[in-house]
């Protein structure tokens, strides 16, 4: 059995210790699928449908053409090893915007690099990253983008510039709600923020004590 937060107690190292008890607890869990439910405050892009204009270069399961507040999201979450034996986690995000639902979709691998993870983004792998995982003074996990490359055919282009995307998301603990928080954002120096999304989410094993909030019901709280 692989722990549901394997990829980042690897990255991470001796530096997981700081993450809040709360967080590295659910880290530990063994769990090789596992699920989680909440609420988005805010999310989506604020390009709304001009961002499907990047559907014939990066495929699906990565780009939303919707913006809303209060948006009820689940992720579905498989642990596992690569081939080399490393640890992987593959998600699937399902946004609930009202009229449609959208997801993102992405597979972290840990590299040979300390604190570094390999993120493949979208159905067809076409975006790839480097993110850099630490530990915030609060106990969050902190997930910044150090690179980000677009396969096109045999080609692997690296976005910079004017191309650049600069991806920042925390994942932390709120004492109050005995919850999850999640923040992110991507930014482009253009074009501003293109996907942000914030609010709070719980695992599965824990929805059940929460009245409204059964997996798959679209009503959280």
């Known amino acids: 059995m692989t722990a549901r937060g394997a990829v ?4 991470l190292g001796d530096d997981a ?9 659910q880290m530990r869990v063994e769990a090789e699928s596992d699920s989680a439910v909440g609420v988005f405050s ?22 939303v053409t919707r913006f809303a ?4 999201f689940r992720i579905d979450t498989v642990a596992g090893r690569s081939r080399s034996g490393r640890a992987t986690l593959a998600a699937r995000r399902e946004f609930r915007f009202p009229g449609a639902i959208q997801h993102i979709s992405d597979r972290l691998t840990v590299i040979d690099r300390p604190g570094v993870l390999h993120n493949v983004l979208g159905v067809r792998g076409r975006v790839e990253m480097l993110e850099e995982c630490s ?17 096109v055919g045999r080609h692997r282009i690296t976005l910079r510039g004017i191309l650049r995307l600069d991806v920042d998301l925390v ?11 999640i923040a992110m954002r991507a930014t482009n120096p253009v074009l501003g923020t293109v996907l942000e999304y914030r609010g709070w989410y719980r695992h599965a094993e ?16």
């Open 8 to 11: 980042f107690l690897a990255a």
């Open 17 to 25: 210790e700081r993450l809040h008890p709360e967080i590295l607890a």
């Open 135 to 151: 530990v915030t003074s609060e106990g969050s996990l902190r997930m910044r983008s150090r690179a980000v490359a677009l396969r």
């Open 171 to 181: 994942d932390g603990w709120d004492d109050a709600e005995q919850r999850r928080t």
């Open 206 to 221: 824990h929805t059940d004590r929460d009245a409204g909030a059964a997996p798959g019901s679209g009503q959280y709280e």
């Open 42 to 63: 805010v999310a989506g892009s604020r390009f709304g449908r001009l961002t499907a204009l990047g559907y014939p270069v990066v495929g699906p399961g990565l780009l």
């Open 69 to 72: 507040r209060d948006v009820p």
